[in-house]
């Protein structure tokens, strides 16, 4: 069984940074496609950024230029560096990994931007 688990959350100030990391258990962890979603209270889960296992990345329009994701494959670690950081950015954030009909999800890591 495949765990992802995921860590850097927790609460900042509006317009600080954080990076978030999510680290897997799978030793082919290459292959497969990353993503980061977030669910804020009371709302859907959603696509924040996706990262290929080539390396390409997408973006929510809603963090494009703020959110950063990058991936380590000699770690099985994915990455997503946020900056700027708003209130609105306030939810708990999920790491995804996938390929194929095959995915797993992490438990989540929370993070709160407040004064």
């Known amino acids: 069984q495949v765990q992802l688990v995921e860590s850097g959350g927790g609460l900042v100030q509006p317009g600080g940074s954080l990076r978030l990391s999510c680290a897997a258990s799978?030793?082919?962890?290459?292959?497969?496609?990353m993503g980061w979603y977030r669910q804020a209270p009371g709302k859907q889960r959603d696509m924040v950024a996706t990262?290929?296992?080539?390396?390409?990345?997408n973006y929510a329009d809603s963090v494009k230029g703020r959110f950063t994701v990058s991936r380590d494959n000699a770690n099985n670690t994915v990455y997503l560096q946020m900056n700027s950081l708003k209130p609105e950015d306030t939810a708990v954030y999920y790491c995804?990994?996938?390929?194929?009909?095959?995915?797993?999800w992490g438990k989540g890591t929370l993070v709160t931007v407040a004064t």
């Open positions: 799978r030793s082919s962890f290459s292959i497969y496609d």
């Open positions: 995804k990994m996938y390929r194929g009909y095959i995915t797993y």
């Open positions: 990262i290929t296992s080539g390396g390409s990345a």
